[in-house]
């Protein structure tokens, strides 16, 4: 199995890393090539960001005309 490109974020936070005393900010991001969804805090003064925790994760997206199918008319 080829590593995904952010295999970094699998990896746990280090516990003596010192966090400034600015607001943090929450987000996630979406891998799609890895299929794994990364919640982030991050500080929008010192630009850093902290991996909280990531998941293996794949929508179940199904376009709206298939809905429609499936429902009935619209």
């Known amino acids: 199995m080829a590593a995904c490109p952010n295999d970094w974020a699998r990896r746990k936070r280090d516990g003596s890393t ?23 805090v991050f500080c ?4 850093t960001e902290t991996v909280v925790e990531t998941l293996d ?8 005309r298939a809905l429609a199918g499936e429902v009935g008319a619209i």
């Open 18 to 40: 010192v966090m400034c005393d600015h607001l943090f900010d929450t987000t996630t991001r979406y891998d799609h090539l890895c299929k794994r969804l990364t919640f982030l």
């Open 44 to 47: 929008p003064v010192c630009r």
């Open 57 to 64: 994760y794949e929508p179940d997206f199904k376009p709206m």
